[in-house]
């Protein structure tokens, strides 16, 4: 099941955060280290063909395509989507979209790498989400996921600044070590599977919006304030402790056998 539907995330992407001109680089990408490490590196005479699921608006298409040289594909069920080829294209990235529903997807190829970046955690039914994920891989490619972690300390802090920040998301799946039993039970070698970063904290637009007038507005405001110092002064100070309190991240890498 879905926790999410159009209309979720058309108000998610209308609502203030960065839209389809929202380019990322490795200067922008905090994985961009990891990616380096563990992904395929393309060359002329083997092309890597990468797919994202849930590619809107479009940022890690054009991510991928400038700083690996992938040939990159992506899939959403937003309608908007029709319109990321043309604008990557204006940016001088040949991307192939298709819009869509993720579990009716049957594209005519598989893919080297199979990307998704906070999509798993809407899903009750993860495991499928997985294997129909796995699917759409070449043997020996390699399956990226990233997920929030919006458990343990990280839970309570967002429970003081956005009340309903858990809405639309299954806080199970958010535990690295279930996933990583669930990759390795299928024959999958890992990259890498845990939290990531140390600390931080970010607040969507509509929480941001709702968050009350007058005195409450300025409690909102400090105490948004005070967590958000910690985190600038814990990248300052290049602290990196991934840990299951604090962490903002989980990402998994994992490799299918040949």
């Known amino acids: 099941m879905n926790l999410t539907d159009r209309n979720y995330w058309q108000a998610f992407w209308g609502s203030g955060a960065k839209g389809p001109a929202y380019l990322l680089t490795k200067g922008d990408c905090e994985f961009h280290e990891i990616f380096s490490a563990s992904l395929p590196p393309a060359t002329e005479a083997r092309p890597v063909d990468f797919l994202e699921i849930g590619c809107y608006p479009g940022r890690f298409l054009y991510y991928f395509a400038r700083e690996f040289g992938y040939r990159v594909s992506g899939l959403d069920f937003l309608p908007e989507t029709a319109e990321l080829s043309d604008r990557l294209a204006e940016k001088g990235v040949q991307a192939r979209v298709y819009v869509g529903d993720f579990f009716h997807f049957e594209p005519e190829q598989r893919y080297d790498v199979v990307f998704s970046y906070g999509f798993v955690e809407h899903f009750t039914a993860w495991q499928e989400v997985l294997d129909r994920q796995l699917a759409l891989l070449k043997p020996g490619g390699t399956l990226v996921i990233e997920l929030p972690n919006f458990r343990y300390g990280q839970y309570w ?10 809405e639309g998301h299954v806080l199970e799946v958010m535990d690295p070590h279930l996933w990583g039993r669930a990759l390795t039970r299928r024959g999958l070698e890992l990259q890498y599977c845990d939290y990531f970063e140390t600390f931080q904290i970010w607040i969507g637009p509509a929480a941001r919006a709702a968050k009350g ?6 409690c909102w405001r400090g ?3 005070c967590f958000y110092l910690i985190q600038k002064i814990i990248q300052r100070l290049k602290i990196n402790i991934p840990n299951r309190y604090f962490s903002p991240y989980i990402l998994v890498v994992a490799r299918m056998p040949h």
């Open 223 to 225: 105490l948004f304030a």
């Open 157 to 166: 802090l967002r429970k003081l600044l956005d009340p309903s920040f858990a």
């Open 213 to 218: 007038k007058g005195f409450m507005k300025k």
